[in-house]
Each structure stands twice: as C-alpha cells, then as structure tokens.
C-alpha cells in the first residue's frame, strides 16, 4: 500500500524555474527520501532527511519535513531540461530497508 | 565501484510459465531489496534479504520468492506467473539495510 502521496501528479515548467513537489504520508517514519526515475529506468537517491531533521540542501534541492503535517517538499531550483524525470518520495518506518513509495510526481522541464 | 546490476533486462514470458530475475549487489553491500513497479500500483516493496535471510516481506502472494546467497548475489522467483505479474521488477542494495537505496536498472518482464 502506499504511504506517500506526491502533489502534483505531473507538473511542466521552462528551463530556470523552480519546481515544487510534496509529499504526505500517514504513519510515523524514521526517515524520507526523494529518489528520481527517468523513463523506465532504475531510481536515483536524491535525498535523505530523517525524523529529527527540518530542512536539507544538496546542490540545486532543498528538502523540508513537516512530520506534525506528516508532509515533504522537494525543490529544485533553477531547473534544467536534465531534471526532466518522475520524482518519488520513499519513507522508512524503521532504520531497515523497507521503503513505501508515492505514486510520484512527472516533471517535465522545457527548454 | 560498478552499480547495481540486474538481468536480465527484458523478458516475455506466457502465463503458468516460471521466472527467476537475478540481481548483483554493489560490492561490499548485504542488503538486497526486491520492488514490482507498475503503472496502477506504483512502486511495491516485495522482500528483502540481508546475509542471506529473508528480513523484511511485502504483501505479496507465495509464488513471488526470493534468496540471497553468500556473495550477496540475489535471484527472485515468480512461478505460474499471470497478466497481472507484467512490472519494471527493481532491485536495491544497501551497505547495512540503511537509509540510502541504490537502485539497478531493472528488469522489464512481459507476460502474455
């Protein structure tokens, strides 16, 4: 079942724009982590950011965490036609493996 | 350190046939996670092993399995397979079973 929930489903900028995703979720989690997918390929870690943690920067992403919302939202600014991908958010129950997926949310970025 | 390999990468299979997915981790990894992907569920976590035993198990029917062996090599097995086993069948791993997932390319199974 999932988890996560990605708003919105899909979203279409031009290249240098900010793009905006978020996440909710239902249960209480150890961590959540954003991961890209390109086309029917396999997923890459973006992010990480546990229970205890607000807010997170890596490169062009800043990652925040509601966990009294029990939300997430993953920005990327300055976006490029590269970043053109399905975004998911994965939370982690526990500090083990198993990871519940969003449905995830279609960025599609324009030159 | 070479990535995460899975293979094969495309398979088409017809239905009550049986299939086993392999997955080499990345070196010094001992977790492996096995997910279906498909287009109404999404992602769907189906098992996963760490030093060769079954951890963690997602809600999936008996004929999914799985085993991990002593290098870490793990192998999914799908018998008497239906339209509906037809997913992006991903596997990950991870140096512990922490946090950070590194995922394979997949493998894309057909079932006709």
């Known amino acids: 079942s999932q988890q996560g929930e990605e708003d919105p489903q899909a979203l279409s900028i031009q290249e240098g724009e900010n793009a905006t995703m978020n996440c909710s979720y239902k249960?209480?989690?150890?961590?959540l982590q954003w991961y890209r997918q390109n086309s029917g390929r396999g997923l890459v870690h973006l992010i990480l950011i546990r229970s205890n943690e607000r807010e997170k920067h890596s490169g062009r992403l800043r990652v925040t965490l509601d966990t009294s919302k029990k939300s997430s939202s993953l920005l990327i600014t300055a976006s490029r036609a590269a970043d053109t991908a399905s975004y998911f958010c994965?939370?982690?129950?526990?500090?083990?493996?198993?990871?519940?997926f969003g449905k995830g949310t279609m960025l599609l970025v324009s030159p | 350190k070479a990535g995460v390999t899975q293979t094969p990468r495309y398979l088409i299979k017809t239905r009550g046939q049986q299939v086993t997915l392999s997955c080499s981790p990345i070196s010094g990894h001992r977790s492996v996670s096995w997910y279906q992907q498909t287009p109404g569920q999404g992602l769907q976590f189906l098992f996963e092993?760490?030093?060769?035993?079954?951890?963690n198990k997602g809600n999936f029917p008996g004929r999914f399995s799985g085993r991990q062996f002593s290098n870490s090599r793990s192998e999914m097995n799908v018998s008497t397979l239906e339209l509906g086993d037809s997913a992006l069948y991903l596997c990950a791993s991870s140096p512990l079973g922490y946090n950070e997932q590194f995922f394979g390319p997949g493998t894309r199974l057909t079932v006709l």
């Open positions: 994965a939370t982690a129950t526990t500090g083990y493996s198993t990871l519940t």
């Open positions: 092993y760490f030093s060769e035993t079954q951890r």
């Open positions: 249960t209480s989690i150890n961590n």
